[in-house]
């Protein structure tokens, strides 16, 4: 498994796209119980996505070292430009 910041992002992207398309396919389609499957698994992969990002922050800050081309963003606490959080 590749352990590079950037490879796992771009990965997990790609994993929650597929994700969020088959929510959105099957809540279209009337197909209730496979949205059900595709939101338990968009939950699941959330989770995994903070357990990573913990574990790779805390392996940076043992090293002591950011690369300049990563940086981390809490999107359960950042609201887009424009909408009003609640």
Known sequence: MNTEPLSVAVRAIAETRQLLESLLISSESFRYKEARVALVSLNR??????????????????????????CFVDFKNSAPKGSHAR
């Open 45 to 70: 992969k959330a989770r995994e996505l903070a357990k990573l990002q913990s574990r790779l922050e805390n392996g940076q800050k043992r090293r002591g070292v950011q690369p300049a081309n990563v």
